[in-house]
């Protein structure tokens, strides 16, 4: 298969630069066109056969004029509820990302909370959910000084908007907390009531992810294990009708450019997992 000539706008940013990283090592990706406030132009547009939008929220719409023809993956927030867009959850919509000409990268906390939870999607009452993430999520260096921040909390978050879209649940409460003294990383901490108890939920979630090669089942949630690489880890407790669902992921890699690699691969036809940074 020839290599796909790639653009990246937004290269020199929070998500653009560890993008351009993963790619200048992917195999069959050939970064032929460059744009950023700080760097400018380099290379041509016209060549590129796929774009990756690496922009701050509100300024995506901007450049679709004049991407039309292109196929397009979208890492910010602007298209992720727009219709004509197919949600770049991987593990879930592959088939729909194979065929689709513009995707929409989901959110590092919806990542990290829909992967959760999406196995019990029909059997869902209410979730509240905890988590927890370093600062790069926030496009801010990491502090020496330790401080907890909790921000945007109950239902205020933008992100809550996929995750009850997604799951079709309205009762959804979510407490985002960042650690100042921490890069990377989310764990979020999902306590789900559900219609009726169900036996064997370890079971359902191995056999739901059973062709998910960056899905794991673990005993022991901690993001040594995930920071650096495209995996998601959960643990899954059962208490009646009450499940307890813990996930961790690195928010930077498979909350953002690592998923959008993947969904890169599946549009082109691509294993999945090629170029993608491996296990810990």
Same mark, same amino acid.
């Given at each position: 298969?020839?290599?796909?000539?790639?653009?990246?706008?937004?290269?020199?940013?929070?998500?653009?630069?560890?993008?351009?990283?993963?790619?200048?090592?992917?195999?069959?990706?050939?970064?032929?066109?460059?744009?950023?406030?700080?760097?400018?132009?380099?290379?041509?547009? #016209?060549?590129?056969?796929?774009?990756?939008?690496?922009?701050?929220?509100?300024?995506? *719409?901007?450049?679709?004029?004049?991407?039309?023809?292109?196929?397009?993956?979208?890492?910010?927030?602007?298209?992720?509820?727009? %219709?004509?867009?197919?949600?770049? &959850?991987?593990?879930? $919509?592959?088939?729909?990302?194979?065929?689709?000409?513009?995707?929409?990268?989901?959110?590092?906390?919806? *990542?990290?909370?829909? &992967?959760?939870?999406?196995?019990?999607?029909?059997?869902? %009452?209410?979730?509240?959910? +905890?988590? *927890?993430?370093?600062? +790069?999520? #926030?496009?801010? #260096?990491?502090?020496?000084?330790?401080?907890? &921040?909790?921000?945007?909390?109950?239902?205020?978050?933008?992100?809550?908007?996929?995750?009850?879209?997604? &799951?079709?649940? %309205?009762?959804?409460?979510?407490?985002?907390?960042?650690?100042?003294?921490?890069? %990377?990383?989310?764990?979020?901490?999902?306590?789900?009531?559900?219609?009726?108890?169900? +036996?064997?939920?370890?079971?359902?979630?191995?056999?739901?992810?059973?062709?998910?090669?960056?899905?794991?089942?673990?005993?022991?949630?901690?993001?040594?294990?995930?920071?650096? *690489?495209?995996?998601?880890?959960?643990?899954?407790?059962? $208490?009646?009708?009450?499940?307890?669902?813990? +996930? #961790?992921?690195?928010?930077?890699?498979?909350?953002?450019?690592?998923?959008?690699?993947?969904?890169?691969?599946?549009?082109?036809?691509?294993?999945?997992?090629?170029?993608?940074?491996?296990?810990?």
């Amino acid at each position: 298969m020839k290599k796909v000539k790639v653009g990246i706008i937004g290269h020199t940013g929070r998500l653009g630069t560890p993008l351009v990283e993963i790619l200048q090592k992917h195999p069959l990706a050939d970064i032929v066109y460059t744009e950023s406030r700080n760097k400018g132009f380099y290379g041509s547009l #016209a060549k590129a056969e796929i774009i990756f939008l690496a922009v701050p929220y509100g300024e995506s *719409t901007n450049y679709l004029s004049k991407l039309k023809r292109k196929k397009i993956i979208d890492l910010s927030i602007d298209h992720r509820n727009k %219709k004509g867009w197919s949600y770049g &959850l991987p593990e879930i $919509f592959r088939n729909e990302i194979k065929n689709a000409k513009m995707v929409a990268n989901p959110g590092c906390y919806a *990542t990290s909370i829909l &992967l959760a939870l999406y196995p019990l999607k029909n059997e869902i %009452k209410s979730i509240r959910i +905890s988590s *927890t993430s370093g600062m +790069s999520g #926030a496009g801010i #260096a990491q502090k020496k000084e330790e401080n907890f &921040l909790i921000y945007k909390e109950g239902d205020q978050h933008p992100q809550i908007q996929e995750i009850t879209k997604i &799951l079709g649940v %309205k009762d959804v409460l979510f407490i985002p907390q960042r650690i100042d003294s921490t890069e %990377k990383g989310i764990v979020s901490t999902i306590f789900v009531n559900i219609n009726d108890k169900l +036996s064997n939920i370890h079971d359902i979630y191995k056999e739901f992810y059973r062709n998910c090669r960056f899905i794991r089942i673990r005993d022991e949630i901690e993001t040594r294990h995930v920071v650096g *690489t495209n995996f998601c880890d959960m643990k899954i407790m059962e $208490f009646q009708n009450d499940i307890l669902i813990i +996930s #961790a992921l690195d928010n930077i890699i498979k909350g953002g450019v690592g998923q959008a690699i993947q969904n890169f691969n599946l549009m082109y036809g691509i294993d999945e997992v090629l170029g993608l940074i491996g296990d810990r």
